[in-house]
């Protein structure tokens, strides 16, 4: 998965805390798009970002969870306040363009809450 | 809600045997990918199918996309143990079946193991 870049891999977080992944994407690929993956379940979608826009947020829960894309640095998803229930992989992918293209991965992050 | 239907869930095979894994919805698909998932990575690309009918080839993977373009399969021959993971079909929702050209839809994989 060279390209796609998230960190941390693994990150351990007690309920009531702040948890922030980060996503650098493909080189050249401007479209940033995060998904969810429970046990047992297919990856989920969350948002779909471009360079400093939230285009379609409609997978991400509404309470407690936030992404951005900004003009200079990695695109950040935010989960205020974890609960155990936010246990999961999370997985970034991005894309060079838009409509129909595929998208490339990174290797996510673990989240888990204690 | 476009559903991605994969099945076996499970494949345990012996090493040198043909298998093929299937992607079925009752949506249609502007657009069809393959990934590979091993434990602790992301989903790797194999391959994207986009037009009915279409059939592609990467060394002993044959890829089919329906006529249709409501559904897929993944045939390995000869499969080798470094063929074990995890197969996920993922798709555009045909935009005027009411989806989206940019979101993925996930089936949930097919675990495949390949014994010596």
């Known amino acids: 998965n060279a390209g796609v870049m998230q960190n941390p891999r693994h990150l351990v977080r007690r309920r009531g805390q702040e948890a922030r992944l980060r996503c650098s994407p493909m080189?050249?690929?401007?479209?940033v798009y995060w998904y969810r993956q429970l046990p047992e379940e297919g990856l989920k979608f969350m948002v779909y970002l471009q360079k400093e826009n939230i285009i379609d947020e409609s997978g991400m829960p509404k309470e407690r969870f936030s992404a951005e894309f900004p003009k200079e640095g990695p695109s950040i998803l935010r989960i205020q306040q974890v609960v155990r229930g936010d246990s999961a992989a999370y997985f970034c992918a991005s894309s060079k363009d838009r409509d129909v293209q595929p998208q490339h991965f990174g290797d996510g992050t673990r989240l888990s809450i204690l | 809600t476009q559903l991605l239907e994969q099945s076996p869930q499970f494949l345990s095979i012996q090493e040198g045997e043909n298998l093929t894994v299937y992607c079925n919805s009752s949506s249609v698909f502007s657009s069809l990918q393959w990934y590979r998932q091993e434990p602790g990575e992301g989903p790797v690309l194999l391959v994207t199918v986009v037009t009915g009918g279409e059939v592609k080839k990467l060394k002993r993977l044959t890829f089919q996309f329906g006529d249709a373009r409501k559904d897929s399969s993944l045939h390995i021959t000869a499969a080798q143990p470094g063929d074990t993971g995890l197969y996920l079909c993922?798709?555009?929702?045909?935009?005027?079946?009411?989806?989206?050209?940019?979101?993925?839809?996930f089936g949930k994989g097919t675990l495949l193991t390949v014994n010596p």
């Open positions: 080189k050249g690929h401007s479209h």
């Open positions: 993922a798709g555009h929702p045909d935009p005027y079946s009411g989806g989206s050209n940019y979101k993925l839809t």
